[in-house]
C-alpha cells in the first residue's frame, strides 16, 4: 500500500498536529480511497490559532505596517504560486478530483489574483467631507470643522472554505484580507484539507509574520461552528452551503460578527427559439457539466423555448453523450469524478427522485459502470417542472433539468421562481432580449451566450439565498474593512 501523505496544520507560524493528537484520511475521489492524512484538531486548537491571529493583528509590526509592505508579501506569495502551481494542481486533483487541466488553469489565475491584490492594497483610501456651516440657532454654536473617513481592517478573519474549489475560494478570501491588513484563521473542507495546507507552505516561504495567516483542519464540523462562533473573531468569510451559511449567520449575532457568506445556487441558463444552437450547447455544457456540475454557479435549470426545445435537447445529449469521462489527470478527460461519497450518493439519489416525479432521463441517469471511484453519467432530464425536487435543489453533479417555455415572460417568471440567486444566462441572438432579460434575472452574475466566467476583478456572489456580499473587484475589498468618522474643529 502506498503511504498517505502527511500533513500538520500551521498555527503562528509553526508546524503542529492537534492538540488531541488524532488525525483523519482525505479521499482521493478517482480511486474511491485516501491518499493523505491531516490533524482531526478541535475547538482548543481553534482558540490557539484564533489567539495567535489577533496578537499578530494587535501587533506593532502588522497594525502599523505600510500597505507596501503588505503588497510585497502578495507579490512574494504570487510569485511562490507561480512556481509551485503546477504541484498544488496535481496535489488538488488527487483530492478532490478536478480536472488537471483546469487546475492548472486555476493556479495561474491564483497568482495574477495575488498581483492583483498586492496593487490594491496602496489604494485603500477615504473622503473628506464638507464641514457642516454653523447654524444659526442662538445658543448652539456647531463648531466649524473637518470630517475625514479611514478605512481599517476589519480585524480578525475566519475563512471557511468548501471542497468543490478549496485553494482558489482561500485565495479569493486572502488577497483582499490581507490587502486591507486583516489576519486569518482558514479552516478548509473536511474532504479537501491539502492545498490550503500547501499555501500555508508557500505564506510561510514568503516571510508572512508568525500568526498572519492560520490553517486549522478536522473532519468534524463542529470545528467549523467553533470557529464561526469565537468571541475573538471579527469577521466570517464563509463559502459554501446555504444551510451552512444561515447557522454561521446565526452564530455570528452573539458578537455581531460581520459575515460574507457566498452560497448554493439553482441558475438557470434560458435558450430561446432564436438562439445559435452550438453556441447555446457548448454554453449549457460549460454551466452544468464543467468540474462535473459541482460549482455553485451550475446552470442545473436549462429553460428552453417551446420552437427550439426538441432540436436543442437532441444536439446537447449528443454532446454529453461523447464527453471523455475517465481520470482526471489526463490532459483529455472532459469529466472527472464526484469529488466525494457523501455527494456522490446524493447525487445518484436525486437520478432516483427525477423518474419517481415523472421526468424522462434522456441521456446519462447513473455511475459509470465501467470506471471504479465516484463517477455518474453526464445527465440531461426532459418533462422537468420548476416545482419538481430536481428543479428546486442544488443536485451539485452533472444534472441538467430542463423546462420547456412559452415566452419570455414565462422563461423569466421561472428562472426567478427560486429561493437561490447566484448565476444566470442568457441564449439568444437578439441583443435588445440579450441585455432585457439579463437585468431582469434575480442574480448575481448573468452570462450572454456563454456561462461560467469568472475573474477576481470582477464581484461575484449572490442575490436572494445564495448569498450576502460580494468576492472579487473593490467590492470584494469593502468586505474587510471597517470605515470610520474622524472630526476636528478647524476653528
Ligand atoms: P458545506 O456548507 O457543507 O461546508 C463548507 C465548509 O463549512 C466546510 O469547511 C465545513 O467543514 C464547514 N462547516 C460545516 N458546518 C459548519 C458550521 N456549522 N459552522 C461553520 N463551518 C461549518 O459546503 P460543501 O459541501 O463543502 O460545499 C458545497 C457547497 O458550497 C454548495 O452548496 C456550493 O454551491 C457552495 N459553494 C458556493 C460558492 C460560491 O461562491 N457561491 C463556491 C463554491 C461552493
Given at each position: ?34 491518499w493523505?492524512i491531516?490533524?482531526?484538531?478541535g475547538?482548543e ?5 484564533v ?52 487546475q ?6 491564483a497568482?495574477?489574483?495575488l ?50 474549489s ?20 482558514a ?65 455570528a ?5 460581520r ?13 430561446f ?20 456540475g ?21 444536439a446537447?445529449?449528443e ?30 439519489g ?10 424522462t ?117 469593502d ?11 478647524v476653528?
Open positions: 500500500m502506498t503511504e498517505l501523505r502527511a500533513y500538520q496544520q500551521y498555527i503562528d507560524g509553526q508546524w503542529a498536529d492537534a492538540v488531541s493528537g488524532s488525525t483523519f484520511e482525505s479521499e482521493n475521489p478517482t480511486l474511491g480511497a485516501p493523505a491531516a490533524p482531526d484538531s475547538a486548537d481553534i482558540d490557539l490559532a489567539a495567535a491571529a489577533r496578537r499578530a493583528f494587535d501587533s506593532a509590526e502588522w497594525r502599523c505596517s505600510l500597505p507596501q509592505y503588505r503588497a510585497r508579501l502578495l507579490r512574494r506569495l504570487a510569485a511562490l504560486v507561480e512556481e509551485h502551481g503546477p504541484e498544488i494542481a496535481e496535489i488538488e486533483t488527487q483530492d478532490n478530483g478536478k480536472l488537471i487541466m483546469e492548472r488553469l486555476q493556479w495561474v489565475l497568482a495574477e489574483l498581483y492583483y491584490w498586492a496593487g490594491m492594497a496602496d489604494k485603500i483610501d477615504g473622503r473628506s467631507i464638507a464641514a457642516p456651516l454653523p447654524l444659526p440657532v442662538k445658543g448652539l454654536p456647531i463648531p466649524e470643522s473637518f470630517v475625514y473617513t479611514r478605512r481599517e481592517p476589519v480585524g480578525v478573519v475566519a475563512a471557511v472554505t468548501p471542497w468543490n478549496p485553494g482558489g475560494q482561500l485565495l479569493y478570501k486572502f488577497g483582499p484580507a490581507i490587502a486591507a491588513g486583516c489576519t486569518i484563521v479552516k478548509p473542507s473536511e474532504h479537501t484539507p491539502a492545498s490550503t495546507l500547501e499555501i500555508a507552505r508557500l505564506v510561510d516561504k514568503a516571510g508572512f509574520p508568525a500568526g498572519v495567516f492560520n490553517v486549522v483542519t478536522s473532519q468534524d464540523r463542529e470545528t467549523g461552528a467553533a470557529l464561526a462562533s469565537h468571541p475573538d473573531v471579527d469577521k466570517v468569510s464563509f463559502t459554501g452551503s446555504t444551510a451552512t451559511g444561515k447557522s454561521i449567520v446565526r452564530a449575532a452573539d458578537n455581531m460578527k459575515v460574507t457568506c457566498e452560497l448554493g445556487g439553482k441558475s438557470a441558463s434560458l435558450v427559439d432564436d438562439a445559435d444552437i452550438p453556441t447555446a450547447v457548448k454554453g449549457v455544457m460549460a454551466g452544468i457539466f464543467a468540474a462535473t459541482q460549482t455553485c454557479m451550475a446552470g442545473s435549470r436549462v429553460l428552453a423555448q417551446e420552437g427550439i426545445h426538441d432540436a436543442f435537447v437532441a446537447l445529449a454532446a454529453a453523450e461523447r464527453m471523455i469521462i475517465g481520470d482526471p489527470m489526463d490532459a483529455e478527460t472532459q469529466m472527472g469524478p464526484i469529488s466525494n461519497r457523501p455527494n456522490y450518493e446524493k447525487v445518484i436525486y437520478l432516483a427522485s427525477a423518474e419517481d416525479e415523472g421526468a432521463i434522456v441521456c446519462g441517469g447513473g455511475p459509470h459502470e465501467q470506471l471504479g471511484g465516484y463517477y455518474v453519467r453526464p445527465t440531461v432530464i426532459t418533462n422537468v417542472d420548476n416545482a419538481m425536487r430536481i428543479a428546486r435543489e442544488e443536485i451539485f453533479g452533472p444534472v441538467a433539468s430542463i423546462i420547456r417555455f412559452r415566452d419570455e415572460e414565462e422563461a423569466i417568471a421561472i428562472a426567478n421562481d427560486t429561493q437561490y440567486g447566484l448565476g444566470g444566462a442568457v441564449f439568444t441572438q437578439s441583443i435588445p432580449r440579450a441585455h432585457r432579460v439579463a437585468h431582469r434575472l434575480r442574480a448575481g452574475s448573468v452570462w450572454i451566450n456563454t456561462y461560467r466566467l469568472v475573474t477576481h476583478m470582477a464581484p461575484f456572489g449572490g442575490y436572494k439565498e445564495s448569498g450576502w456580499g460580494r468576492e472579487g473587484g473593490p467590492e470584494g475589498l468586505a474587510f474593512l471597517e470605515t470610520k468618522a474622524v472630526w476636528t474643529p476653528e
